[in-house]
Each structure stands twice: as C-alpha cells, then as structure tokens.
C-alpha cells in the first residue's frame, strides 16, 4: 500500500498527517515550528516523518509551506516564518531524507484537499480562495493542481482592483490584496470609523449605522475581483477559506455582488465555504502527487 504523508509548515505549529489509500487518517500529530532557526526546522520535518513512518516503507511526502516560493529556483522567496526566506526547503528536505517531496503554498494545499476531500469533491474544476492575512487562490482541474506557464495561476489577491491607489508589498498599487485582506480591511475600518478592532471584533459586533460604507466597498472589492476570476476560469465551484471564509454575509450579499458583476445573464456558481477549516494544509500537503 502507498501511505500518503503530508506535512503543514505553519508559523506557530508543524503538523503531520498519516492517509492510507482510502484517505483514512492514521496518524496525526502537532509540534512547535522553531521560527527562527532553518536547521531545527528541517530536523524537526526529519524527526516527524521518521517517526510516523517506522512501520511504513512506501509513502509519498509533501509539505505545505505558507508563503510564496519560485518553482524554477526552489527557493522561498516570501514567508512570515523570515528564516526560510532564500533557502531551498525542498532540496534541503530531499538530502535528509533520501527521497523525493512535493511542496506547496498554502492556496494550492486548500484547494487540493477541498476539491479531493471537501467542499469541492464532485466538481472538476475547483477555484479555491484564502482570505486572511494575504489574500491567495488555487486552482484544481479533475483533482490536478493547475500551475500556469508562469506558476501563478490562481494569484487572483494581485489583480488590480483600482489603480494608483493603495500600493502593495508587490510593488504594484491596488492589488485585491491591499482591500480585502484581514489587515486591510482592519485598517479601512479604522480609517472610517476611528476604531482599532480586529476582523473578529468588527464582524461579532457589527453596526451597519457605523460600517456601512465599510461594508459597501469590502462587498464591492469582493465582487470585483471574483467576477473577474469567474469571467476568465468560470469555475464550477468557488470555495473560500482563510479566516475571512467565516464571515457569513460573503455568502449571500457577497454572492449577490459577485453575481452581479460577471459577464453572463445566468450565473450558478456556487459560492461554498470549505469543510475542512484549519486542517487543509496538513490534508492538501498529504494529497500532493
Ligand atoms: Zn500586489
């Protein structure tokens, strides 16, 4: 039997996963990343997979590393966890461990376990979206990742929504990225209302008197860029995930302006929430060929 071993690389927390052939979990088990020291990070990867696969001897192993990283070099180019910007995780990995891994950010790991084990199970084509602290997308096409010529298919979170306007860490101004992430939007209510609150706060207590500007163009910016997603991939599905995926006017309002702004008379893409929630990483990095 081929076991299936994936790991999620997170800021705070490594977690890894056991699947059998039926995508039956086996084992699991969650470890502190040592944020600041590659060298531990990588023993610490070693050690977890040493561990769960000492009665295993045929397995596949991917990771799901947050952040952005280039296909043609390997190296990691974007991370919160700064240590491992530069280094060359998948070659690193694949000396220590004698074998060959897959890796991938985040977006392609929730789209990948949404569409195989989720929300997305029955759709051949799967767009899947993080909105949190970035905002990130994959795409999944008959349960295959979709990379792109450029591997940036799916990157919907640096579309321009309004040019010259706010500049992104990219390098462009008006990305999707600077209106609708978790920190953006935190820092557009403060602009409007003068209250500092996180993205919980301001959704649990939410004043339509107070917010309704702000709702307006989070629900805007939303839509926009979405209907764009839709009028160029027309996905069978869009499912959303991220810490933003759990605010429940996306659904309804925020469909609504999707719908509204897509180039067709009749629209039925289904606007999901994932099923999986936090465990998409580790599932994804799992189901990774
Ligand atoms: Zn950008």
Known sequence: MLYKIGVDLGGTKTEIIVLDEDLN????????TPQTDYQKI???????????????????????????????????????????????????????????????????????????MGAGVGF?????????????????????????????AGEWGHHTLHQNENPCYCGKSGCVETYISGPSLEKRWNQLTGLTQSMSEIITNFDINIGKKWKDEFLENFGCGLANVIDILDPDVIILGGGLSNINFLYTEGKESIYSKVFSDIIETPILKNNLGDSSGVFGAALLD
Do not use: W
Not at 25 to 32: A, G, P, Y
Not at 83 to 103: R, T
Not at 130 to 152: A, F, Q, R, S, W
């Open 42 to 116: 990588i023993n610490t990867i070693v050690t977890l997979v040493s561990d769960v696969s000492q009665n295993i001897s045929d397995f596949s192993l991917g990771i799901c590393c947050p952040g952005a990283f280039s296909k043609q070099t390997g190296l990691i180019k974007n991370s919160n966890t700064q240590c491992l910007i530069g280094k060359s995780l998948k070659a690193d990995l694949e000396n220590k461990l004698g074998k060959n891994i897959s890796i991938e950010n985040d977006a392609n790991c929730f789209t990948m376990a949404e569409s195989k």
């Open 25 to 32: 979990v086996l084992q699991r088990k969650r470890v502190s």
């Open 124 to 152: 051949n084509l799967v767009f899947g979206v993080i909105m949190g602290t970035g905002v990130g997308g994959g795409i999944v096409i008959n349960n295959v990742l979709h990379y792109g010529k450029n591997n940036i």
